[in-house]
C-alpha cells in the first residue's frame, strides 16, 4: 500500500438536522477505528484550534484512497480533502517510538 498525507476540511450543510450531525459523528469515530485496523488510517492529528484534521492514510493508490477509504466515512459527503502521495524520504530515521 502507499502512503497519502491528507488534510480532510468538514462543513456541516446548514440547516442540518444536530441530530444527524451527532449520529454521523458517532459512526465516524467507529469506522474510523475499523480504518486502522485495516492499516488504512495510519495516524491523524487535529491542528490545534482548528477544525479540520490531518492524517497519513494508505491505500492502493488515490482512486483507491478516495472510493473504498475515504469515500466510506460517514462525513465523507461534507468534506473536502486535500490528498498528497507520499514516498520514503532518503534521510528519514523511521519510527522513534513518540506519539506525542
Known amino acids: 500500500m502507499r502512503e497519502f498525507l491528507v488534510v480532510l476540511t468538514t462543513t456541516v450543510p446548514e440547516g442540518t438536522d444536530p441530530a444527524e450531525v451527532d449520529r454521523r459523528r458517532a459512526a465516524e469515530s467507529v469506522r474510523a477505528r475499523e480504518l486502522a485496523a485495516t492499516g488504512h488510517l495510519f495516524r491523524l492529528w487535529r491542528p490545534v484550534g482548528e477544525l479540520r484534521s490531518v492524517g497519513v492514510w494508505r491505500a492502493d493508490d488515490e482512486a483507491d484512497l478516495r472510493e473504498k477509504v475515504l469515500g466510506t466515512l ?3 459527503p461534507w468534506m473536502t480533502a486535500e ?3 507520499l514516498k520514503p524520504h ?3 530515521p523511521g519510527p522513534t517510538g513518540l506519539t506525542a
Open 90 to 92: 532518503p534521510n528519514d
Open 83 to 85: 490528498i498528497t502521495a
Open 74 to 76: 460517514p462525513l465523507w
